[in-house]
């Protein structure tokens, strides 16, 4: 199976670049045909390795094979049929794009457990499948080769990172990742450019948001006032020894929790703030106490953090730099001033680096031990899943057995010991690339075009200063 992983890690690399890399002389049609072909094969390669032993037993008996086949028959046809329907209705797609963003569902990959986002993978499927019918049928424009100025960031990140998988210290995490997320987030991506000028996208997109997060808010405090936790028996027990009862709705961690309706929260304000209509405002406002209430009991503090970086960007935007500058010095002085003088921990915290260590649940180990890791592979690093593991290399026995956390809770950390050097400076031209874009582009644009864009801008903004504390952000 290692040959195998690596043939697919490089397909699957060769293939992002095809799609999103300009080829001189080469026609856009023919150079996305074939990309989009590397990227599904080396994709599909690297899922064999993931399937078990018993499925792959059944699957080459007769009656597995012809069961496999007719399911895989029966799901091309309903998806060519839904392709063909959204084509028609792209906004339609968005909305569905929307919905399915949240939800993940517990299934087994390899010897893990994991919480994978299904119904989005099928959505993507939809939204390329859809593309590609338009296309052969000239529904859209045969001239429209879709492309924005993060293509060749995005493609020279993904496709090293992809590559990466050859030489991963743990093939089948780096596989799980490619498989589950790098892919078809690439896929997403296409998508998304290839669909928005075709659709009322922002629209769809920020009202299905909205819609979604309200019970899922709603839940979150019916779990607080109940005491019940889903899918996360760690969590029901670390409530049990908890000075707060932390919820976490249709999620497996309050993080995410946190960071969904922060997102919901950034989108509800957006629109409020430019809105003309009274009870739309209204309305909106009410939706922002309700999101807000349900984000109480994650106590999250990395989307707090997230949520104040959002708002104040909003504000930068609205009101200006100095009054925001100004607000925002008074309200940290406010708040430090009244932390010190009201809580102990938050005095001991401060002044003491092993109390911080501590109630950063090991946060500070962790980046350690990621810095530890690149020192080895400093150029390429340890390839794409290869923190986990070599993160416990670095532990003691007495240090394994205490230590139960060996996930990274850092992005750029874990870029810099999964990727290198190499990885890391793709990463940081992808994030500036990103943020120069977005700003030119909202100075471009009048509003409400412009106010759009920059609130993009602070919610993208938001969910990377997230991943400075919890990670997970390609992943979530």
């Known amino acids: 199976m290692t040959a195998l992983h690596d043939i697919g890690s490089v397909l699957a690399a060769l293939g992002v670049l095809a799609l999103l890399v300009p080829i001189p002389g080469v026609d856009p049609t023919i150079r996305r045909a074939g990309g989009l072909g590397l990227t599904v094969l080396g994709w599909a390669l690297l899922l064999v390795t993931l399937v078990p032993d018993s499925v792959s037993d059944r699957l080459t008996t007769p009656l597995g094979a012809g069961v496999a086949g007719v399911g895989l028959v029966v799901a091309l046809g309903v998806g060519l049929g839904l392709s063909v329907a959204l084509a028609r209705r792209p906004t339609v797609w968005f909305v569905l794009l929307a919905v399915a963003l949240p939800i993940r569902v517990p299934i087994s990959v390899g010897d893990e457990q994991a919480r994978l986002l299904i119904p989005l993978y099928a959505v993507i499927a939809l939204g390329v499948m859809a593309w590609v019918i338009a296309r052969a049928r000239r529904t859209v424009a045969a001239d429209s080769d879709p492309a924005t100025p993060l293509d060749l960031p995005v493609a020279a990140f993904a496709a090293f990172v992809l590559a990466s998988g050859a030489w991963s210290a743990d093939p089948e995490q780096g596989a799980i990742r490619a498989v589950f997320f790098y892919v078809p987030f690439v896929l997403l991506y296409l998508?998304?450019?290839?669909?928005w000028p075709h659709a009322r996208a922002i629209a769809a997109l920020a009202t299905t948001t909205i819609v979604v997060a309200v019970p899922v808010a709603a839940l979150a405090l019916f779990q607080y006032a109940t005491g019940d936790i889903f899918w996360n028996s760690t969590l029901q027990q670390a409530n049990v020894y908890s000075a707060f009862f932390?919820?976490?709705?249709?999620?497996?961690?309050?993080?995410?929790?946190?960071?969904?309706?922060?997102?919901a929260i950034l989108v509800a304000v957006a629109v409020a703030w430019k809105a003309r209509d009274p009870r739309l405002v209204g309305a909106l406002w009410a939706v922002t106490a309700v999101l807000a209430a349900g984000l109480v009991p994650t106590f999250s503090r990395s989307s707090a953090l997230m949520l104040l970086v959002g708002l104040g960007l909003l504000s930068w935007r609205g009101l200006g730099g100095r009054r925001t500058l100004a607000f925002g010095a008074v309200l940290v002085a406010v708040i430090a001033v009244l932390a010190f003088s009201t809580s102990a921990a938050v005095r001991d915290a401060t002044t003491s680096a092993e109390r911080l260590e501590e109630v950063s649940e090991g946060r500070f180990g962790l980046v350690t031990g990621g810095l530890e890791i690149w020192r080895e592979d400093p150029v390429l690093g340890s390839g794409l899943g290869g923190f986990e593991t070599r993160f416990e290399e670095t532990l003691t026995p007495s240090e394994q057995r205490r230590i139960r956390v060996v996930v990274s809770h850092n992005t750029p950390i874990t870029v810099l010991s999964e990727e290198g050097l190499v990885g890391f400076a793709l990463f940081i031209v992808l994030v500036v690339w990103t943020g120069v874009a977005l700003t030119r582009g909202a100075s471009r644009v009048s509003d409400p075009g412009g106010w759009a864009i920059w609130s993009v801008q602070a919610i993208l903004a938001g969910i990377l200063v997230h991943s400075l504390l919890y990670a997970a952000l390609f992943e979530d």
């Open 246 to 263: 932390r919820v976490n709705a249709i999620f497996f961690d309050p993080n995410i929790l946190g960071r969904f309706l922060v997102l």
């Open 191 to 195: 998508a998304v450019v290839a669909w």
